[in-house]
Structures are given as structure tokens and as C-alpha cells.
């Protein structure tokens, strides 16, 4: 039994090290979103789709919903948890520079991306020419009013990066154009803060030509706030993510859109090259692309809509291959659980047919012993009945010498017997006739003796009880041995003191 306990532990680790054989190492990526909004969500959706096609790694996607305590517990989470590897778009860069220095100084790898920090600790960023895009927009900004135009500028954050980029490069491309900023406003990147800023604005100063907002849902606020203050005023906005701001061009809420790309699946193959030791650009800036408009935004809604139906394609195709994996890897478990299952059930069939074999030896050698031991009876029993045939021919012998002696001694018994009762003898010889006669019948009885033990033995002897007195018995064969005794000089007392009653 402990033999089948030692071979199923064996059979079990045999097992636990084909499967881990199988196992990859994974790799974790965390990251660290600074808002959550819709160009956010289409780049969340990007990270998620690469994956897909990464199963080496997985993936832990955090949002710190605009507040920097949060970014900064959501980081120190992935740091201390292990993550290998630390992808971030920081909410402000002056509170959250310190965190990614300190993982990154702690060699765990960092990605900027989006936004960035102050300084260089990280191990690669990603961004957009943030500066381009606003010299951009104040070109295309004096093609919608201008010359001469006024411009209000939405702000995204403060102490974001983009914000700061975007509001240089507009200031820059504004005076190149001849435009003037008469005034800046803080929309910290979401629609309600604009739309407030812009309420406040527009009753105040009515004199606008041109709208600039740091992203398309401040655009959109502000668009809807001069609808309301009834204004006709020009308005450009930065992301063009189809739902939002593409639509919002397609729909003439606002008048343009620049692309903000998001790039989820190069950041995720950045993140692989870097853990794989592979190469890769430290510091990417990705180029600008010509602004969205009422010309082009259809044809941009309507290649989304089919790049949305392609995704979900792949979707389901993904999931069907995850499907096809699963069952292959519930498949492979289950044939080498049947392999280890078959093998132990071989050795347990292998240890049966030994304790079997074993058995039958074991018997094989008692019918040995037994054979031999009926041998060595066959044997004893013909020696016992030569031993019978022997004795009873010796007694057969001895018998028939009795018969023999009986005759001659009848023959003596007879002149004795006469002799003892003959008065014309001399006292000493009358003694000595009568211990003649004595030891005469006492041979008669030994011989007769011999001869019932014959019948004895051929069961022919009826045993014949009868009560006697010891003391005469005793007496006459104490008397046998007075002769012999006085001869010898030997003194019987007490058979004399017997005899003498
Ligand atoms: C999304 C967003 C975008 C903007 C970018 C700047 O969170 O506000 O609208 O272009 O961040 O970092």
C-alpha cells in the first residue's frame, strides 16, 4: 500500500511539472488614466483590443477621475504590487512628477504618455506635438475669421502639459496669423467647467469671433453656451474622437476638430519592447494631421463606423480563439490527467500481478513441501508395514516356540507333579521338587501368557476377572526366591514374615 501511495505522489508531481512546464511567464502592465472621458475610453479600448494579442501579458487600467491624490495611490498600488511595469498619463505635473520618480528611480520601468512630468525619469514617453497642434488650430482659426479676429481660449488644466503646449503654440501661430486672444479661461479639460466659464464670459463680452478650446468637450460647452447667449461665434476644438468631436463637426456644433491620437496599441507594444529588452524610441512625439471639418467629418464618421465593425469582428474572432484555447488547454489537461491516471493504473496492475505471482510461488513451493511431506509418508508407512510384517513374523515365531515349549514342559509338569506328591523323599529333596513345580508352572504361565498375548493381539482373548487374595499370591513367590536368597546370603523378611503368617 505505501508502494501505491509513493507512485501516485510521484504520478501527481510528474503531473504538476508537465503543466508548469506549460506555464509562461506573464508580464503585468498597470495603468494609470488620469480622468475618465470619452478619449480616454477610446484609448482604454485600444490598450484592451493589444492585449488581446499579447497573451504573454496582462493588463490593470486605474482612473484617478481628475484628482492627483488619486493618480498617486493608484501608481504606488502598481508599484507595490508588483507590476512590472508602470504606464502613466499625469494629471498635473508638478504633484505628480515626485511618485513617477520614485518608481522609476526604484527600477521599476515607467511610460509617460499624453501629459507629462517635469523632467526625465521616466523610461520612455509618448505625447503629441501639443505646440504644433495649437499653431495649427490659430491657422486655421484665421482662415475661419480672419485677419484681425478675436479669439477667447478655453484652457484645459493648469498644470497639465498639453494645456500649457496647446496655449503656447496657438499664442505663437495667433501672432504669425494676425489673430488676437482678448481673453483666457480655465475649463480644466470638462464640458461643465466651460460651460460656466463661457456663461460667465459671454454676458460680459459679446465681441468674439472664434472660440479656441483646449479639447472638444469644451468646445461643445462653449458652442452651446453662445447658442444660448445668442452669439454667432466660431468654434474649434482638439481631440476629434468620432463620438464626440468628429460628430460634433458632422453635426455643426463646432466648426473644427484637430486629432489628439491615442495611440493605446503602440503605448502597450512600447511597454512589451521595454520588458522584453527589445529596442525602442525613448521620446516619441507623434506628428499632427490636418483639422477635421464639416468637409471631411462624414467620410471620418463613416470609416470609424466600418472600423468599428471590423473590431468587433476581430472581438469575436479573438474570443473565439480564446474559446478554442480553452477547451485545447482543458483538453491537454485533461490527456495528461488521463496519462497519469493510465499510469497509475498500470502500476497498480503491475503491483496486483506481483502480490499474484508472488502468491502462486508461494504456492508452487507449498505443493512442493506438501508432495514431499506425502513422500516421506508413503516411505514411514512402507517401513511401518515392513516393521508390522517383521514384528508379526517374530511373533508368529515366538508363538509357535511356545507352542513348542509348552509340550515338553507339559511333559515335565507331569513327573513333578508326581514327584511332590511322592512321600518317599528326604525333606531337602521334597523343597527342592516343590520349587521344581513351582517355577515349572510358573514357566507354564509365562508361556500361556506369551500365547494369550496372541490372541490378545489377534483379538481373540476374553479377559477373565476374578477377585483374589494378595497375601498367599505374595507369599508363594517370595517362596520361589528362598533358595536363591539363602544362597546368596541374602535375608527376606518381610516376604519371610508374610510367609510365615
Ligand atoms: C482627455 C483629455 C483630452 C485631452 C487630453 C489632454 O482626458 O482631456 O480631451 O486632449 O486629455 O491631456
Known amino acids: 500500500m505505501k508502494r501505491i501511495y509513493l507512485l501516485f505522489l510521484t504520478i501527481i508531481s510528474f503531473s504538476a511539472l508537465l503543466s508548469s512546464c506549460h506555464e509562461k511567464k506573464t508580464y503585468r502592465i498597470g495603468v494609470s488614466q488620469c480622468s475618465q472621458d470619452d478619449w480616454r475610453a477610446k484609448m482604454n479600448d485600444e490598450i484592451n483590443r493589444e492585449i488581446m494579442f499579447h497573451p504573454e501579458a496582462t493588463v490593470e487600467i486605474r482612473s484617478a477621475d481628475d484628482s492627483n491624490e488619486k493618480q498617486i495611490s493608484d501608481i504606488r498600488y502598481f508599484k507595490d504590487n508588483g507590476f512590472d511595469i508602470i504606464i502613466a498619463a499625469p494629471n498635473e505635473a508638478d504633484a505628480i512628477t515626485p511618485i513617477i520618480k520614485e518608481v522609476y528611480e526604484s527600477g521599476t520601468p515607467v511610460i509617460i504618455f499624453d501629459r507629462n512630468i517635469n523632467g526625465d525619469s521616466y523610461t520612455a514617453y509618448l505625447g503629441v506635438d501639443n505646440f504644433g497642434i495649437g499653431k495649427s488650430a490659430a491657422h486655421y482659426g484665421r482662415h475661419l475669421i480672419g485677419k484681425g479676429g478675436k479669439v477667447i481660449e478655453i484652457y484645459g488644466l493648469a498644470g497639465s502639459t498639453p494645456a500649457k503646449e496647446r496655449h503656447d503654440g496657438f499664442i505663437e501661430g495667433a501672432t504669425e496669423e494676425g489673430i488676437s486672444v482678448i481673453a483666457s479661461a480655465y475649463g480644466n ?188 509418508r508413503d516411505t514411514q508407512k512402507a517401513l511401518n508395514e515392513q516393521l508390522n510384517v517383521a514384528t508379526q513374523s517374530k511373533l508368529i515365531f515366538f508363538t509357535n516356540v511356545s507352542h513348542d515349549l509348552r509340550t515338553p514342559l507339559t511333559l515335565i509338569a507331569e513327573p513333578v507333579e508326581q514327584l511332590v506328591k511322592a512321600d518317599n523323599l528326604t525333606p531337602q529333596q521334597h523343597t527342592l521338587v516343590k520349587i521344581a513345580h513351582k517355577n515349572v508352572r510358573i514357566l507354564h504361565r509365562l508361556i500361556n501368557q506369551i500365547l494369550d498375548f496372541r490372541k490378545y493381539e489377534n483379538g481373540k482373548l476374553d479377559i477373565n476377572l476374578e477377585e483374589v487374595s494378595l497375601k498367599p499370591l505374595l507369599a508363594d513367590w517370595a517362596d520361589s526366591f528362598l533358595a536363591i536368597a539363602r544362597k546368596r546370603d541374602i535375608k527376606l523378611r518381610d516376604c519371610l514374615k508374610i510367609s510365615a503368617k
Request: include cysteine; hydrophobic fraction near 45%.
Open 189 to 376: 479639460w470638462n464640458y461643465d467647467d466651460a460651460a460656466s466659464v463661457c456663461d460667465s464670459m459671454f454676458t460680459v463680452c459679446k465681441d468674439i469671433d472664434l472660440i479656441y478650446a483646449h479639447n472638444d468637450r469644451m468646445a461643445i460647452a462653449a458652442s452651446e453656451m453662445a447658442k444660448k447667449h445668442g452669439l454667432d461665434i466660431k468654434v474649434i476644438g482638439i481631440d476629434a474622437a468620432p463620438e464626440i468631436g468628429i460628430k460634433a463637426v458632422a453635426d455643426s456644433v463646432i466648426d473644427a476638430t484637430f486629432l489628439y491620437p491615442t495611440e493605446g496599441y503602440r503605448v502597450i507594444r512600447t511597454a512589451l519592447a521595454i520588458l522584453k529588452g527589445e529596442p525602442y524610441e525613448r521620446v516619441s512625439t507623434f506628428p499632427i494631421s490636418s483639422p477635421v471639418d464639416i468637409s471631411n467629418a462624414d467620410i471620418l464618421l463613416l470609416q470609424n463606423e466600418s472600423l468599428k465593425e471590423d473590431s468587433a469582428k476581430i472581438k469575436t474572432l479573438k474570443s473565439q480563439v480564446d474559446d478554442f484555447w480553452n477547451k485545447h488547454s482543458a483538453q491537454t489537461s485533461l490527456f495528461y490527467a488521463a496519462i497519469a491516471i493510465v499510469v497509475l493504473l498500470l502500476g497498480v496492475l503491475f503491483l496486483f500481478l506481483r502480490i499474484f505471482w508472488q502468491r502462486q510461488r508461494h504456492q508452487k513451493e507449498l505443493m512442493e513441501q506438501n508432495r514431499l511431506l506425502e513422500e516421506q
